[in-house]
């Protein structure tokens, strides 16, 4: 787990209260039972730790997806 | 500036959640766990004048105030019952004013940006007494048929009578333009010679997400200015006034700016977004409860469509009213909300 993933892994389990363990590329927002303004939430906490502006409507749906697009803004 | 005087109206209608869902493929459920919103009031008729004259006229009384007293009469809506005349200038007969009369569209955020001109006439010595209102009916430029926008929206009036004094301590107001995140277009016209726009008009749109982001951050930076301009910090202020658009947005502001939740009252569960009546219609609320006392220090924000935003600190300067109006739930989301009968 590279960390970026570890990082949005963590934030995701804080705000579910979940194991970031468990956390993968793979697993969908709705299955962490988090909806669009969780979603936009957590996109604001990660663009305050990584300093920069993600375009939430590129988002799919998936932590891989924002993870990547994490990636290419931080490049 | 100071205010002298206040009233809020609201429609008669409630329409609940429950009542939406039988007519959209939606849930109670659904509606308030990403709004908070449990029930609306909705106008029946074209009504926003008589909406807007009867807070006008509470907010005159409570002055202490005849129409004929005013200079101006000055109401923050996004579009009243006419295109024209102006909502103000419609309601000026009713209040019995001669002044001169003017809407101001500054969409949700339209009472502060109302505030913040008034406060410049009385500042210039042009106006000694100016009415304030903000009154939506949003509820009628909703597209009922999309359920993510509709369910947020209820309609209302707020108003207040500013005069001279030192109450307004610091303002903020901001545009940016973006139209894409919440916008609603004009209609268009029938005239022959101008070509039909590629979209057509859909009501009220909104990227909920985009809305959301701006609405956390922006408030957050304009709370945060301007309680530096007053000289205070955010925690000394007794009240923290939030534009009642979506709980969510609400709670995300209290908890990042660390704000104590008994200090940042709500009544968006039983009004829906009532736009630029949002602020002056919980501000009422809390005066009429009996909880503004002089010299409390009030911080309110509000943000909308362009994107804009409006924020300020407000020393109080007035006494309870004499006869006290109990407060609803302010502070916490009902759990069972039941249709008026």
Known sequence: MDDIMRKVALALAARTSGDPDGITAETRFNELALDSLDVAELVMDLEDDFNITIDISRIDGSVGDLVRIIREAAE | MNILGIGSTLPEQTVTNRQLEEILETSDAWIRSRTGIAQRRVMKGSELTNLALSAAQKALLDAGLNGADLD????????????????????????????????????????????ETADSFIKAGKA??????????????????????????????????????????ATRLTARTDKDVLYMLAEPGNSPFTNQPDEAPAGVKMQGQEVFRFAVTQSIEDLTWVADIAGKALQEMDWVLLHQANRRIIDAVRQRLKLDPARVPGNIHRTGNTSAASIPLLLDELYRAGLLEPGQLIAMSAFGAGLVSGACVLRWGKEPPDKLTPAEDLFSLPVNITPET
């Not at chain 2, 200038?89 to 001169?100: K, R």
């Open chain 2, 72 to 115: 101006m009469i000055l109401v923050a809506t996004t579009m009243g019952d006419y295109v024209f005349p102006s909502l103000s200038c419609l309601m000026q007969e009713g209040i019995g004013a001669l002044c001169p009369a003017m809407d101001l569209h500054a969409a949700c955020a339209g009472f502060i940006y109302a505030l």
């Open chain 2, 128 to 169: 000694k007494h100016i009415l304030v209102v903000g009154a939506e009916a949003i509820t009628r430029l909703a597209n009922w048929n999309d359920r993510t926008t509709c369910v947020l929206f209820g309609d209302g009036a707020g108003a207040v009578v500013v005069g001279a004094g030192e109450g307004l301590l």
